[in-house]
T-cell receptor, first 110, second 118 residues
Framework: LAKTTQPISMDSYEGQEVNITCSHN???????ITWYQQFPSQGPRFIIQGYKTKVTNEVASLFIPADRKSSTLSLPRVSLSDTAVYYC???????????FGSGTRLQVQP | DARVTQTPRHKVTEMGQEVTMRCQPILGHNTVFWYRQTMMQGLELLAYFRNRAPLDDSGMPKDRFSAEMPDATLATLKIQPSEPRDSAVYFC????????????????FGSGTRLTVV
């Protein structure tokens, strides 16, 4: 199981772009990278997943370099409501359960 | 939007009592997970099921915890007897997993059951 490392916390201001980088040096060939968001008193919510290069959806973008040893979640123009914990996870193909780490606590200020 | 429904939302019980938490996965989802979250340990996987069959329950204390899926619309997590260290938020999640696709890890989590054992 690939271990992930991400910042414990980050601060930003409304309207800024936020990039959260996660390292996963021993990611396996068939593993996927996925990101979840969790607000207080709620369950985690799926944001985005990817295998390589770039993936974009209505919420975020995910950048994965060619060596796949890291990934960056990009949140464009954050608002106060984006204050949450963001988890980077490496999903082993074939093992569908996800192992959560400590996540990055993002605080967005006015 | 389809939701995973967990009941009860909150439960306070005395040490030694039996606790049963219920989860209604999203209709059509074939995989159900149980997680536990505490401040100290974060989110821990307890067990998961595919097509109602248990695939992995290695994260669960076997002597007091049990997880079942009596039917496709209900998953249960039972603790007997409960202990103060079981106090946590218990999350259920569901997803549709097929063997044909490369990877779909967009699971839907419920709002959790906050358990307090005194």
């Amino acid at each position: 199981l690939a271990k992930t490392t991400q910042p414990i916390s980050m601060d930003s201001y409304e309207g800024q772009e936020v990039n959260i980088t996660c390292s996963h040096n021993n990611i396996a060939t068939n593993d996927y990278i996925t990101w979840y968001q969790q607000f207080p008193s709620q369950g985690p919510r799926f944001i985005i997943q990817g295998y390589k290069t770039k993936v974009t959806n209505e919420v975020a973008s995910l950048f994965i370099p060619a060596d796949r040893k890291s990934s960056t979640l990009s949140l464009p123009r954050v608002s106060l409501s984006d204050t949450a914990v963001y988890y980077c996870l490496v999903a082993e193909r074939g093992r569908r359960a996800l192992t959560f780490g400590s996540g990055t606590r993002l605080q967005v200020q006015p | 939007d389809a939701r995973v429904t967990q009941t009860p939302r909150h439960k306070v019980t005395e040490m030694g009592q039996e606790v049963t938490m219920r989860c209604q996965p999203i209709l059509g989802h074939n995989t159900v997970f149980w997680y536990r979250q505490t401040m100290m340990q974060g989110l821990e996987l307890l067990a998961y099921f595919r097509n109602r069959a248990p695939l992995d329950d290695s994260g669960m204390p076997k002597d007091r915890f049990s997880a079942e899926m009596p039917d496709a619309t209900l998953a249960t997590l039972k603790i007997q007897p409960s202990e103060p260290r079981d106090s946590a938020v218990y999350f259920c999640a569901s997803g549709l997993v097929t063997l044909l696709e490369g990877g779909n890890y967009g699971y839907t989590f419920g709002s959790g059951t906050r358990l307090t054992v005194v």
